[in-house]
């Protein structure tokens, strides 16, 4: 059954056409048919790959389906004849004119550019998607610790955007969950670590958490735009102060809460353990350090793991046996609802800390092996041993034995029993034994 509104679509399975712009999606075409359309408020971000005719459109995961199968389209666009012709003007231009060589050159790379990053303005604006531009917040030379690289982060009203040397990333404000910061085992550093509900895509590479590295109690100065229409927010950061100045960590508490609307978590100021609230440890083959927070475990970083108390069944400790060692370190099994963690080689001096830490978290503990803590292995080395030439003796038996002998070789043996490890013990046995042998002998020779 025909109608006036059926049309027919591209089919061949080729992958090179062309495309348009209508006022909610672009349309891609080939061979003067439709292929198919994208609707613009499905795109969280447009970002120009290290060639610049190379577009990716990065696609929101819709909240009932964390499974959605688009995640981002790669295209390629090519310049078209009259950006050609304008280049090789652009290249007659300077021939004519050498004075202004450095400036034709200049203009013949912009014109080789423009196609990519017209689109990409275009689909930006359209898709009301902000630019650098309009970053309310920028804090340049981050180093990025996950992804690897420096990175330059824009705050913007409802988005971030991290542009690091080879990848450009735009996070939305709802997607980020939590934001940590975290003092690093070593040196004036610290992490600045981001949830995300939506992992980052970098390739065949998923991203959960961003993690930076800052000083923070370096003094930094950030100038702040906000919008004239933004009243609310403007009112915020007036009681604040424009710029804004202090530590890096008070700038960026300022930003995230003001902007992001999270709150930075930070470990308790009060901690028992001996070196700060963290223990180093190590999950399945890999080193890290599992941080002791309000509400959740946090180990970092590879891979970051955060397990909140409300997700844990029970915790399970357990003693590494070395025999003839001491021990110096432990299990800590964490079961879950579903699932379970086990982190290795904790420091044993730290077991009471963290079994009181668990406590006062009112969460169920089991400790194995922990009776056989302080036993002591027996001493072999001093213990006499017989010359490999020497018969033992064999010992007297009752009927030979008189009652007086009988009674001292009981003790003798009951003695040897309760004092198996003590060497004098040992010596004394030995020589009540030669003893009796002796006398032994001595009445056998009487009867013959």
């Not at 003092?183 to 930076?212: A, C, E, R, V, W």
């Not at 079961?335 to 420091?347: A, I, R, V």
């Not at 490890?421 to 009540?432: A, C, H, P, R, V």
């Amino acid at each position: 059954m025909s109608s006036d509104n059926s049309k027919n679509l591209f089919v061949k399975g080729l992958n090179f056409g062309s495309y348009s712009l209508s006022e909610n999606c672009i349309n891609f075409k080939g061979d003067s048919k439709d292929w198919f359309k994208i609707p613009l408020d499905s795109l969280s971000n447009v970002q120009q790959g290290s060639n610049k005719n190379e577009l990716t459109l990065e696609f929101n995961k819709e909240e009932d389906n964390e499974d959605s199968a688009l995640c981002e389209l790669r295209l390629f666009v090519p310049d078209n004849e009259k950006k050609k012709d304008e280049k090789e003007k652009g290249k007659d231009n300077e021939k004519e004119n050498k004075n202004n060589e450095d400036e034709n050159k200049e203009e013949e790379e912009q014109i080789i550019q423009t196609k990519g990053e017209e689109l990409k303005e275009k689909l930006l604006k359209m898709a009301k998607l902000e630019s650098i531009s309009d970053s309310i917040a920028h804090i340049p030379g981050i180093k990025a610790v996950t992804p690897r690289g420096k990175s330059d982060i824009f705050f913007m009203h409802s988005l971030m955007k991290i542009h690091g040397q080879s990848h450009n990333y735009q996070i939305l404000n709802k997607n980020i969950l939590k934001v940590f910061l975290l003092p690093k085992t070593d040196g004036p550093l610290s992490y600045l670590i981001l949830k995300l509900k939506s992992p980052l895509t970098q390739g065949n590479t998923q991203y959960p958490f961003l993690i930076f590295e800052i000083r923070p109690d370096n003094e930094i100065e950030v100038e702040v735009n906000i919008p004239e229409n933004d009243e609310q927010l403007k009112n915020k950061f007036e009681e604040i102060g424009i710029p804004l100045k202090g530590s890096t960590i008070d700038v960026f508490s300022h930003l995230f809460e003001n902007i992001v609307g999270r709150n930075i978590i930070i470990p308790p100021k009060k901690s028992n353990f001996k070196k700060g609230p963290y223990i180093k440890c190590s999950y399945k083959a890999n080193d890290g350090v599992l941080y002791f927070l309000e509400k959740t475990f946090l180990f970092v970083h590879k891979p970051v793991l955060d397990i909140e108390f409300d997700t844990i069944k029970e915790i399970n400790l357990s003693r590494i046996h070395e025999s003839g060692m001491q021990q110096r370190s432990f299990d800590m099994t964490i079961k879950l609802k579903k699932g379970e963690y086990q982190f290795s080689g904790l420091d044993r001096e730290e077991i009471e800390n963290i079994q009181e830490y668990i406590k006062a978290k009112k969460i169920k503990i089991n400790s194995v092996d922990e009776d056989n803590n302080n036993v002591e292995l027996p001493n072999y080395s001093t213990r006499r041993r017989a010359p490999v030439d020497e018969v033992v003796p064999e010992l007297p038996s009752e009927d030979e034995l008189g009652d007086d002998d009988y009674s001292a070789s009981s003790e003798g043996n009951a003695e040897d029993d309760d004092d198996d490890d003590e060497d004098e013990e040992e010596e004394e046995e030995d020589k009540k034994k030669k003893k009796k042998n002796k006398k032994k002998k001595e009445k056998k020779e009487d009867d013959e």
